[in-house]
């Protein structure tokens, strides 16, 4: 294909056009499908800590543990939360009035703070629970291979979401180079 | 602006925002998930957009922002539907059907910013509207396209 096609070409693509109804459906922000996505996801999420902060305290008895693994326990699910709000929020709120080089940029450094909330609130998450449900408890030595078993999952779902965190922000910032 | 001058508008600007979402995307699910990303964004956006800048300059901004930004994907769902799909606006001959293929597969090769640049370039935009929707500086853009044309030149060739 001789260079001089290509926009003839290109101009030719026809695609299949959207009715106005079909428009107007994809105005709304309920039928975004990334922030629908999310939604449900939060959704559930959110069902299901507040279900567990609600009945945690005497079904594995917070009561008898230091009020400071309580409140460590309940930080790191609202923290949780909270993470997953802020994705909401970057999903939803992209640059519009900016030119792409300048929009990437913003957008990388967002994606650079949201990275270290998913990774803290994980950490921060899985301490609280570690420590909640190990206070108190008399190790023997299966229980000593339970919490090595468990820690070792943590370590390992921690380094495989740095790694896809890293991955991310390398393309990305790759990306904006190539608008340098 | 109303939803009705507001749909007017992108009426007329929808050819090009189904080729972004098909030069940065692959499957025709995600592709349609851009197309209404990019919709949803583009009447987000409306309040801020000035006027200082050609709708259609805007346009290919919010699209380009929102097809390199967005970093989620929702998996591919499997509708069944009664209705038959949107026929193409035109038919299209083999030969030709297979020149866009060749030519959109040889544009997916390109990095994030060449689709880009090379996007803005098929649409008739003048370097220094290449300038302002990119950001790139406007004697640049030349240099880039210069590259990008013999990118593509040898990917065709292959």
Known sequence: ?180 | MDEKQFLTLIDGHQGIIHKVCRLYRDSPEDQEDLFQEIIYQLWRGIPSFKGEAKVSTWIYRVALNTAIAAFRKKKPEIEYTIALPDLLEEPQSEELALRQERLFAALKQLDESEKAIITLYFEELSYQQIAEVTGINENYVGVKLNRIKNKIQKLLKL
């Open chain 1, 1 to 180: 294909m001789e260079l001089d096609d290509l926009k003839s070409t290109w101009n030719r693509a026809a695609a299949p056009a959207k009715t106005t109804d079909e428009l107007l459906f994809m105005l709304k922000e309920n039928n975004h499908p990334v922030l629908k996505g999310i939604r449900k996801q939060l959704t559930i999420e959110v069902l299901g800590w507040s279900f567990f902060l609600g009945v945690y305290y005497t079904m594995f008895d917070g009561g008898q543990k230091p009020l400071l693994i309580n409140l460590l326990l309940i930080a790191g699910v609202l923290f949780s939360i909270v993470h997953n709000l802020m994705g909401y929020g970057l999903a939803k709120y992209l640059e519009t009035d900016l030119s792409v080089k300048k929009a990437l940029a913003h957008y990388l450094l967002k994606l650079k703070v949201y990275a270290l909330t998913s990774v803290a609130s994980r950490v921060f998450l899985w301490t609280g629970f570690i420590l909640f449900f190990t206070y108190n408890i008399r190790f023997t030595g299966s229980k000593y291979v339970l919490l090595i078993v468990a820690v070792t999952i943590f370590v390992v779902q921690l380094v495989v979401l740095g790694r896809i965190w890293m991955m991310r922000l390398k393309k990305l910032s790759n990306t904006t180079a190539g608008f340098m």
